[in-house]
């Protein structure tokens, strides 16, 4: 048991390793400090900003400092014509897109990262020193972090692409139920081939680099047929899941350069991603697994509801019924972000408030394509962070209040999630729309929501249908209530 | 098992730094009010873009001209993570600063 194994520690370093080190640390710090304050409103964008400068740090310390073997960092030129375009192409989108394409951006940037981890990987396969190999084989850490590196990049970023294709409306869903055997299939592919590549024993790295080909190409093709049957209400959740897949992607490579700011960094967001991640499932009373193996919706024997007759009301009607209530609740949804309706619905809202309407807005946590989208088209249009209340706040409320006017949202305010326990959606707290006075529902025709659930709610003796895109919608209401 | 034990001795500093990581990601977050939900994950999106050193290691030690186009790839897009998710962040971040301001008028 005593016998020394290996001697790792290598002890000489110079003033620059010493510092490059030093720079990791309060990279990685500035890093947590910065999440930490992200997480508070007050402090959020100082929070940013301290992440962002962290980030420079590592980066420009990195190109100064960093030794390989003894070399310093060549090609510094290409580096920096990369790093420019890069920083141009990614400043005029991030700056140029419409609030409402928010979680498509996330998405993509998201993409950009595992692409960025999986090609290290892909770079770093063929240069598995032979000593190692010879001494170990192919079992070891270094080859497990490369093929993790790989794997998990590769997913993330044909996931992130599948999914921004999707919230951007080119592409639609494979609700298939033999999709989830294909996926298990391709996962149980990916995992046997890692494993068969480690298991391969003392080989010539140059007559296997092929495979590292191979297991991209599956990966890639896995990230696509993880995505793809996933739709509607799961959205935000597998954005959650990809981001903290890039950040794990990332880690490797701290593990591959023996990097703390990569390991920090890639780590927190790894965890702190898929807390985030937990949270939403929680909040839709669904668990990872079955959001993970996907198709969710349009599946499920749905209850056979008495079909009762959708009622629609007049713009005037609808003014006036708004006009001579005390107690408003606005229930947002994406139709709202869609129809670019934020500041109109702002308007109604200050036009109501001015005629002694109170009016709150219930926002639902997985309203709209991510968490917290809502919160932050509102903001947009700025109304006051008071009148946003989330959704089991504002629920005993409900019973009190004159008119819920629902724009653009639809399986948030499903009763199904109450009263059907074969609905795919049951169990998931909801904005119990259907417990006020009157329900006024805004929407651009009667098909179903995106997690493709019939909403009895529409039905509802209390619930009047305006039919229409939200914007033109609500202009016209806010034209009504001027004129009375 | 004696890979396993070396494996575990050759690595421990990075494990540790890996498993107290994991703690202190879920600390950092467990508290976010939900109003925050979408510019975390943004920030967060942005921070892995750590990946970028990663791709600046590699390029730096590039011979090959496969690797140099790789390379210079996978710097332009981990650039893009990084930029592109901070500034996403701060431009959500910003429409939140305005509020109070607002608020002290009416």
């Given at each position: 048991m005593d016998k020394i194994?290996?001697?790792?520690?290598?002890?000489s370093f110079t003033m620059t390793d010493s510092i490059l080190e030093l720079s990791y640390l309060i990279a990685s710090v500035l890093f947590i400090v910065g999440l930490k304050m992200l997480s508070n409103p007050e402090s959020a964008r100082r929070g940013n900003t301290y992440a962002a400068i962290g980030m420079v740090l590592a980066i420009i310390t990195t190109i100064l400092f960093h030794k390989q073997d003894g070399q310093s960092i060549g090609n510094i030129g290409y580096i920096l014509v990369a790093i420019v375009i890069g920083t141009i192409v990614g400043w005029t989108i991030a700056m140029k897109v419409?609030?409402?394409?928010?979680?498509?951006?996330?998405?993509?940037f998201n993409g950009m990262g595992g692409a960025s981890a999986a090609l290290i990987s892909l770079m770093e396969f063929p240069h598995i020193s032979a000593a190692l190999v010879a001494e170990h084989g192919m079992m070891n850490g270094h080859v497990l972090a490369i093929l993790l590196g790989l794997v998990i990049g590769s997913v993330s970023f044909?996931?992130?692409?599948?999914?921004?294709g999707k919230l951007d409306g080119r592409i639609g869903d494979i609700r298939s139920p033999l999709m989830r055997y294909i996926n298990i299939g391709l996962l149980v592919i990916v995992v046997g081939f890692i494993v068969y590549i480690m298991?391969?024993?003392s080989v010539k790295i140059d007559e296997i680099t092929y495979l590292i080909y191979i297991l991209l190409a599956i990966a890639l093709i896995y990230g696509i047929a993880f995505v793809m049957p996933i739709g509607g209400a799961d959205m935000p959740v597998v954005i959650s899941l990809l981001n903290s897949f890039t950040g794990v992607a990332a880690a490797m490579g701290g593990f591959l350069y023996n990097n703390q700011a990569m390991l920090t960094g890639g780590i927190l967001v790894g965890s702190a991603g898929t807390i985030l991640t937990v949270l939403m499932c929680n909040a839709m009373n669904r668990s990872l697994l079955n959001v993970i193996i996907g198709a969710f919706g349009g599946g499920g024997a749905a209850m056979e509801h008495e079909e009762g007759n959708i009622r629609e009301?007049?713009?005037?009607?609808?003014?006036?019924?708004?006009?001579?209530?005390?107690?408003?609740v606005i229930v947002p949804g994406y139709g709202l972000a869609v129809a670019q309706a934020q500041h109109i619905c702002h308007d109604l809202d200050k036009l109501l408030e001015s005629k002694g309407v109170e009016v709150k807005y219930a926002i639902h946590p997985v309203a709209g394509r991510m968490p917290g989208h809502m919160n932050v088209l509102l903001a947009e249009a700025d109304v006051p962070y008071e009148k946003l209340i989330e959704s089991e706040h504002i629920n005993p409320d409900l019973p009190n209040t004159d008119v819920v006017v629902v724009i653009g949202a639809n399986d948030v305010v499903n009763p199904a999630?109450?009263?059907?326990?074969?609905?795919p959606i049951y169990g998931m707290p909801i904005v119990n729309?259907?417990?006020?006075?009157?329900?006024?529902?805004m929407k651009r025709g009667m098909g179903k929501g995106y997690a493709a659930i019939e909403n009895y709610l529409f039905f509802n003796d209390k619930t009047r249908m305006l039919f229409g895109n939200a914007k033109d919608t609500l202009q016209a209401l806010v034209g009504e209530i001027k004129e009375l | 098992m004696q890979e396993i034990l070396t494996y575990f001795f050759e690595y421990r500093q990075m494990i540790f730094v890996v498993v107290l990581s994991v703690f202190l990601g879920i600390e950092?977050?467990?508290?976010?009010?939900a109003i925050l939900h979408t510019p975390l994950m943004s920030g967060a999106n942005a921070i892995h873009g750590v990946v970028i050193i990663g791709a600046i290691i590699v390029m730096g030690h590039a011979e090959s001209t496969l690797a140099m186009v790789l390379g210079f790839l996978a710097v332009i897009l981990g650039t893009l993570n990084v930029v592109g998710g901070f500034v996403v962040t701060d431009r959500m971040l910003d429409m939140f600063k305005k509020k109070p301001k607002k608020e002290t008028k009416n």
């Open positions: 194994i290996t001697i790792t520690e290598n002890i419409k609030m409402t394409a928010m979680p498509q951006l996330v998405s993509l044909a996931g992130s692409m599948i999914a921004f298991t391969l024993g009301i007049t713009l005037s009607d609808a003014a006036v019924l708004l006009n001579y209530s005390q107690k408003v999630a109450q009263d059907d326990p074969s609905s729309a259907r417990a006020a006075k009157n329900i006024i529902v | 950092v977050i467990s508290n976010v009010p």
